[in-house]
């Protein structure tokens, strides 16, 4: 069992950062791929960016690419989101998910372990 914490949403302004952490339970944290998702008001959960075990690979969704940088510290079981230029369309909440597969994938049924989510919201 993994379980997932994540932190560090909140209010920002157009073009600010924001960073979130995920950190995750058990001691087999460095095993797993991780990933964020994010669902907005009235939309589906989609895939935002995914790492590999090692950190080594790193998959992003053409809408955040260039501007969210994923990052995992497997010594502090713990994984990434820097959030930089935000727009009011990056408005959601962001969930942490974790998967044993051995890649990252973007379908949110490969993922086996999910957090309780973060809210982000960018105002304009």
């Known amino acids: 069992q993994v379980q997932l914490v994540e932190s560090g949403g909140g209010l920002v302004q157009a073009g600010g950062s924001l960073r979130l952490s995920c950190v995750a339970s058990g001691r087999t944290f460095s095993r797993y791929v991780m990933a964020w998702f994010r669902q907005a008001p009235g939309k589906e959960r989609e895939f935002v960016t995914g790492?590999?075990?090692?950190?080594?690979?790193?998959y992003y969704a053409d809408s955040v690419k260039g501007r969210f940088t994923i990052s995992r510290d497997n010594a502090k079981n713990t994984v990434y989101l820097q959030m930089n230029s935000l727009k009011p369309e990056d408005t959601a909440v962001y969930y942490c998910?974790?998967?044993?597969?051995?890649?990252?994938?973007?379908?949110?049924?490969?993922?086996?372990?999910w957090g309780q989510g973060t809210q982000v919201t960018v105002s304009s």
């Open positions: 998910a974790a998967t044993g597969t051995v890649r990252v994938h973007t379908r949110q049924r490969e993922y086996n372990y």
């Open positions: 790492i590999s075990w090692s950190g080594s690979s790193t």
